[in-house]
C-alpha cells in the first residue's frame, strides 16, 4: 500500500497500515518515511488527531 496520500485516509486504517508496515518491513519510523517520501511530522499529527504516539522502543503506534 502506498502512503503517500496518508492524509486522506481513514486515522485508525492508517494507524493500522503504518504499524504493519514498521513491524514487517521497516526498523524505524524514518526508513518508512524515507522510502515512501512522506513528511514524518505530518504524519504523525494525522495520527496524534486520533491519539496515537509513535513509541520508538516499540517501533509504534499506540
Known amino acids: 500500500m502506498d502512503l503517500k496520500k496518508f492524509e486522506t485516509m481513514d486515522t485508525v ?13 521497516f526498523s ?10 512522506i513528511d514524518a511530522a505530518a504524519l504523525q499529527v494525522k495520527l496524534a488527531s486520533a491519539g496515537f504516539e509513535y513509541m520508538p522502543d516499540q517501533n509504534q503506534f499506540r
Open 13 to 25: 486504517m492508517l494507524m493500522s497500515i503504518v504499524n504493519m508496515k514498521l513491524r514487517d518491513e
Open 28 to 37: 524505524s519510523l524514518n526508513e518508512l518515511v524515507k522510502y515512501f517520501e
